[in-house]
């Protein structure tokens, strides 16, 4: 078993590195952050061709697909993907942040209560503009 350990050591490393690598991309959309996320997926899955040059594992290719098109192309499946994701991070402080920067990202609703006044009494006192001559 102390022969696999540091196997074990490093993909866990590189599954870190995977997890990172997709708070950065939900941090700046940037499309050379969504290709790093595929290509630490493909080294996860363990990219190599077998029967028919299909790869056996696909996990966390599919995964990450569904992760940056979820992030930069928010729908009603958003919501649903994001948690699946949140639910399978183990770190409870990745976790943390990486709710919390999905929360940033969207677009807050507009509150269905009373409109807000804009007008503090600013002008309280002052007659209407057309009285005055100029």
């Given at each position: 078993?102390?022969?696999?350990?540091?196997?074990?050591?490093?993909h866990a490393r590189t599954?870190?590195?995977?997890?990172?690598?997709?708070?950065?991309?939900?941090?700046?959309?940037?499309?050379?952050?969504?290709?790093?996320?595929?290509?630490?997926?493909?080294?996860?899955?363990?990219?190599?061709?077998?029967?028919?040059?299909?790869?056996?594992?696909?996990?966390?290719?599919?995964?990450?697909?569904?992760?940056?098109?979820?992030?930069?192309?928010?729908?009603?499946?958003?919501?649903?993907?994001?948690?699946?994701?949140?639910?399978?991070?183990?770190?409870?402080?990745?976790?943390?942040?990486?709710?919390?920067a999905m929360e940033a990202?969207?677009?807050?609703?507009?509150?269905?209560?009373?409109?807000?006044?804009?007008?503090?009494?600013?002008?309280?006192?002052?007659?209407?503009?057309?009285?005055?001559?100029?």
């Open positions: 078993m102390s022969s696999n350990v540091p196997g074990m050591e490093r599954l870190r590195a995977w997890q990172l690598a997709i708070l950065r991309f939900a941090v700046t959309l940037d499309n050379a952050d969504r290709l790093a996320v595929l290509m630490i997926a493909a080294e996860l899955d363990g990219v190599s061709p077998k029967r028919d040059n299909k790869p056996e594992f696909s996990f966390f290719r599919k995964t990450s697909a569904e992760l940056c098109a979820a992030i930069s192309r928010p729908n009603e499946l958003t919501p649903t993907v994001l948690r699946q994701y949140l639910g399978r991070i183990d770190d409870d402080r990745l976790r943390r942040i990486f709710a919390a990202n969207q677009p807050k609703a507009p509150s269905a209560g009373k409109p807000v006044r804009r007008d503090n009494g600013l002008w309280k006192g002052l007659s209407p503009r057309g009285t005055h001559p100029l």
